[in-house]
């Protein structure tokens, strides 16, 4: 609700500054001069809210950004790391075949990565 506050006010001082010539041609120099001051006032409000806002949601997304690229930096090294692990220690497979009269288990050892 606030955005939309500040986008009609910097409406309606922009609409200000733009009529005030015309009211003074039209005679009305004094309240010519007002509306070009208020609406200036309100239409200076507005561009500072904007550019306050442009400058945080950028800092923002700058942070996030970072910590994205962080995170992702991460898990590429787990991934090595695991990876390095992986090739360094041989794997354990035991494999089981069912028999009709008994059940046998083999233990095989493999130096093999397992992807």
Do not use: C, W, Y
């Amino acid at each position: 609700m606030f955005e939309l506050e500040t986008l009609l006010a910097f409406g309606v001082g922009a609409g200000l500054v733009a009529l005030a010539p015309m009211v003074r041609r039209m005679g009305h120099v004094s309240l010519g001069d007002s509306m070009g001051q208020a609406g200036r006032s309100m239409a200076k409000g507005g561009i500072k809210v904007g550019v306050t806002v442009a400058g945080v949601a950028g800092t923002a997304a700058r942070n996030v950004a970072k910590h994205a690229a962080e995170a992702a930096e991460t898990l590429v090294d787990l991934v090595a790391e695991a990876k390095s692990e992986m090739e360094a220690t041989p794997v354990e497979v035991t494999v089981s075949k069912p028999s009709a009269a008994k059940k046998t288990s083999k233990t095989v050892v493999s130096s093999v990565p397992v992807e």
